[in-house]
C-alpha cells in the first residue's frame, strides 16, 4: 500500500459504501437508551460502550496481529487508576474537564505501553504470550504491594460530579455518562476501524500472516508491532478512563488476569478475524457478567462450556458464522439450510437443559447451606437424593447431543457441496 495515502482519501475509502453502517452504529447508541430506560438497561448500556473499545483495541493485537496477550487488563487497569487520580485531582481544582478523562486515560495507556511493549513485543508468538502473562501477574502483584497508588483492597474512589457544569451537564446521571461514553465508543470504533486501512494495519496483518517475508521486504517486524502495541495501549487507555468514570472506582481486580481473560474469551467469541467481531463479543460479556451471574451462580461454567463448544463448531467465532451465511443468501441458497438450522438450533436447546439441569443440581448439591434436597430448574422440581433425577437429566443431555451430531454430519456435507457450487459460479463469472 502506498504509504503518501491522502488523507481525504483515507476518510473516503472509511466512509464510501459503508456511510450507513456507521449511521446504523451511530443511531443505535443514540436511540438504546430511549427504548431500555430503565437504570440497569442504561448501566448495562454504559457497560457495553466500554467493552466495545476494550475488546476492538484487544483485536488490535489479536485478530490483527496475531499476538495473543494474556495481559491486555494491564493497559485498560492503569488507565483506570490514573483517570481516578485525576478525577480527584479536578475534585482538588485542577482545571481538566472531566469529559476528557477517558481521552486522559488514552494517554495514560499509551504511555504504559511505550515502555511494556518495548519489552514485550521483542518477541512473538507462546513467547510474547507468555511475558504478557508475567507482567500481568506483576501488575497484579503490585497492586496490592503499593497502595500509595493502587489504594490497596479498597482501590481508589472518586467523584465524577466535580467541576462546573456545561450546559447543565453534570455527568452525575448515569444517562448523561452513557452518551459521553456512546460518543467516545463511536469515534474509537472509526478510528480503529480506519487504523486497519492504514500502511501500519496492513503492515502488521502481513506480520501476523508471514513475519519472515515482511522481513525480507526490509520492515522490521518487531519495530510494527511495537507501534500497533502502542496504538492498541490508547485505546485500551480510552477504556479504561472510560471505565473510571463510570463506576467512580478503580481496584486491584482491574488489573487481574481474570479481566484480561475476559477479554481474550470474548474477543474469539465475538470473532477475531472479522473487524465486527469483537463488537458482538463486547455485548455478550455485559449481559455474561451482568445477566447471567444473576441467573446462576454456574455462570462462569457455562461461559467455559460454550467457549468450548465454539472453538469445536465454529472456531472463527459468531461474526464467521454470519458472513458465511451472508455469502450463501447471496447466492440464494440460504433457504435449504433453514430446515437444518432449525434442527441444530432445537437438538442443542434439549442438550443444553440437560446439562443445565445437571450442573444446577451438582452447584445445588455443593453449596446448599440449607441442607434441602429439592431445587426449582426452569419451573421443574427436581430433587438431588433422587437418582431417577440425574439419570433423567443425563439421558435429556445425550439425546440432544446424539441428535445435534447426527444433524451436524448430514449438514457438513450439504455444506461443502453449497460452498463448492458457489466457487464454481465464482470461476464461471470470473471467466465470462
Known amino acids: ?235 485500551a487507555g480510552v477504556a479504561g478512563g472510560m471505565y473510571a468514570l463510570n463506576f467512580e472506582i478503580a481496584t486491584a481486580e482491574v488489573v487481574g488476569a481474570a479481566r484480561s481473560g475476559a477479554y481474550l474469551l470474548f474477543t474469539f467469541l465475538g470473532g477475531a478475524t472479522f473487524f465486527f467481531g469483537p463488537i458482538i463479543g463486547a455485548v455478550l460479556m455485559v449481559l455474561a457478567s451482568v445477566l447471567l451471574s444473576e441467573l446462576t451462580k454456574a455462570w462462569l461454567l457455562y461461559l467455559g462450556l460454550v467457549f468450548l463448544f465454539m472453538v469445536m463448531y465454529a472456531p472463527g467465532g459468531i461474526a464467521s458464522l454470519i458472513m458465511m451465511n451472508l455469502r450463501v443468501a447471496r447466492f440464494g441458497r440460504l433457504r435449504e439450510l433453514l430446515p437444518t438450522y432449525l434442527g441444530l438450533a432445537l437438538a442443542s436447546l434439549v442438550a443444553l437443559v440437560g446439562a443445565a439441569a445437571l450442573i444446577e443440581m451438582v452447584y445445588h448439591l455443593q453449596l446448599n447451606d440449607s441442607g434441602q434436597s429439592q431445587l426449582n430448574f426452569l419451573g421443574v422440581p427436581l430433587d438431588t437424593a433422587r437418582a431417577a433425577h440425574w439419570t433423567g437429566a443425563l439421558a435429556v443431555l445425550l439425546a440432544g447431543g446424539s441428535v445435534f451430531e447426527w444433524i451436524r454430519r448430514g449438514f457438513s456435507q450439504r455444506w461443502g457441496a453449497i460452498q463448492q457450487d458457489i466457487e464454481t459460479a465464482l470461476q464461471r463469472k470470473a471467466a465470462g
Open 1 to 235: 500500500m502506498p504509504t503518501d495515502m491522502p488523507s481525504s482519501s483515507l476518510i473516503g475509502r472509511l466512509l464510501g459504501g459503508r456511510y450507513g453502517v456507521w449511521l446504523i452504529f451511530a443511531l443505535a447508541l443514540v436511540v438504546a437508551p430511549l427504548l431500555f430506560s430503565g437504570g440497569l438497561a442504561v448501566t448495562m448500556l454504559a457497560q457495553m460502550a466500554i467493552a466495545i473499545v476494550a475488546c476492538l483495541s484487544y483485536n488490535m493485537l489479536l485478530g490483527q496481529g496475531g499476538m495473543l496477550s494474556f495481559g491486555h487488563a494491564v493497559y485498560t487497569g492503569l488507565a483506570s487508576f490514573c483517570t481516578i487520580h485525576v478525577l480527584n485531582s479536578i475534585a482538588a481544582g485542577s482545571p481538566v474537564p472531566v469529559s476528557l478523562l477517558p481521552f486522559i486515560g488514552g494517554l495514560a495507556g499509551a504511555f504504559f505501553a511505550v515502555f511494556l511493549g518495548f519489552v514485550t513485543t521483542k518477541k512473538a508468538g507462546t513467547t510474547f504470550a507468555m511475558i504478557t502473562l508475567g507482567l500481568g501477574e506483576l501488575v497484579f502483584a503490585m497492586s496490592l504491594m503499593v497502595p500509595e497508588f493502587f489504594g490497596g483492597e479498597g482501590g481508589v474512589s472518586g467523584n465524577r460530579a466535580v467541576g462546573q457544569p456545561f450546559l447543565g451537564i453534570t455527568f452525575g446521571p448515569p444517562i448523561q455518562v452513557y452518551y459521553l461514553l456512546a460518543a467516545y465508543a463511536f469515534v474509537c470504533t472509526i478510528a480503529m476501524y480506519a487504523f486497519t486501512m492504514t500502511p501500519l494495519g496492513r503492515m502488521l496483518n502481513a506480520v501476523r500472516d508471514n513475519a519472515e517475508r515482511v522481513e525480507f521486504i526490509g520492515y522490521s517486524t518487531q519495530h510494527v508491532r511495537y507501534l500497533s502495541f502502542i496504538i492498541a495501549g490508547f485505546f
